[in-house]
T-cell receptor
Framework: DAGITQSPRHKVTETGTPVTLRCHQT?????MYWYRQDPGHGLRLIHY???????DKGEVSDGYSVSRSKTEDFLLTLESATSSQTSVYFC????????????FGSGTRLTVV | AQTVTQSQPEMSVQEAETVTLSCTYD???????LFWYKQPPSRQMILVIR??????QNATENRFSVNFQKAAKSFSLKISDSQLGDTAMYFC??????????????FGEGTQLTVNP
C-alpha cells in the first residue's frame, strides 16, 4: 500500500449529527485532498491542504470543514450532516515533486439517513 | 477554471477486442498533465496512464495507450486486447501544475467499461 489510510470505511449517520472522517498518511507528503464521488459527477474537490494548518476550499466546500494539525493527518468534518452529503469520500496525497498525480485512499462510504 | 468531459457514461467490449474511451477538456493553460484513472468494484483509484502536455509523443503503458490531441483538447484512452479485469469505471483527469498551494486534479464524469466474455 502507498501509505494512506482512511477511516472509517463505511458509516451510517443520522441527519443533523456531526461526522468526522480521518485520512492518515505515512509518506510525509505536503499536499492532501478530500474529494467526494457521486454518480454522474466524477470526483469533486471539497478541501485541500498544502501544509500543517494551511487549507483552502475546493469546488464543493459548503457544509464541510477540515483541519490539519499534523503532516500525517487530514480531517474532514460535516458539522451537521444532510442527506445530500451521502457520498463516497476519498482522501488523496501528493508531493510537489511527484508528477504522477495523486495517491488515493480506499474511500469512505457515508450514508446520511 | 478547467473542465473535463467524458461523453460516454457506459461502454462495453468483448474480451480480446480493442476499445477507446473519449475525453475532452477545456483550459487556457499551455503546461499541464492529463491522467486516466481506473476504479474497479473494489473502489480503489488506480493510475492507468499519464501524459505531459509538452510531450508530443503519446504515452503507452502495456495494453493502454492514449491519443493526445493538444490543439483539439482531446485525450482518449485505447485499451487493446481487453481483459475481464479491465471492467471498471475510468476517469479522465486534468492537472495544472501549481505553486506553493499545490496542484489540483479535475475529473471527468467517468465511463463505466464492461468487458464481456
Amino acid at each position: 500500500d502507498a501509505g494512506i489510510t482512511q477511516s472509517p470505511r463505511h458509516k451510517v449517520t443520522e441527519t443533523g449529527t456531526p461526522v468526522t472522517l480521518r485520512c492518515h498518511q505515512t509518506e510525509n507528503h505536503r499536499y492532501m485532498y478530500w474529494y467526494r464521488q457521486d454518480p454522474g459527477h466524477g470526483l469533486r474537490l471539497i478541501h485541500y491542504s498544502y501544509g500543517v494548518k494551511d487549507t483552502d476550499k475546493g469546488e464543493v466546500s459548503d457544509g464541510y470543514s477540515v483541519s490539519r494539525s499534523k503532516t500525517e493527518d487530514f480531517l474532514l468534518t460535516l458539522e451537521s450532516a444532510t442527506s445530500s452529503q451521502t457520498s463516497v469520500y476519498f482522501c488523496a496525497i501528493s508531493s510537489i515533486r511527484d508528477r504522477r498525480g495523486y495517491t488515493f485512499g480506499s474511500g469512505t462510504r457515508l450514508t446520511v439517513v | 477554471a478547467q473542465t473535463v468531459t467524458q461523453s460516454q457514461p457506459e461502454m462495453s467490449v468483448q474480451e480480446a477486442e480493442t476499445v477507446t474511451l473519449s475525453c475532452t477538456y477545456d483550459t487556457s493553460e499551455n503546461n499541464y498533465y492529463l491522467f486516466w484513472y481506473k476504479q474497479p468494484p473494489s473502489r480503489q483509484m488506480i493510475l492507468v496512464i499519464r501524459q505531459e502536455a509538452y510531450k508530443q509523443q503519446n504515452a503507452t503503458e502495456n495494453r493502454f495507450s492514449v491519443n493526445f490531441q493538444k490543439a483539439a483538447k482531446s485525450f482518449s484512452l485505447k485499451i487493446s486486447d481487453s481483459q475481464l479485469g479491465d471492467t471498471a469505471m475510468y476517469f479522465c483527469a486534468f492537472m495544472k501544475p501549481g505553486g506553493t498551494s499545490g496542484s489540483r486534479l479535475t475529473f471527468g464524469e467517468g465511463t463505466q467499461l464492461t468487458v464481456n466474455p
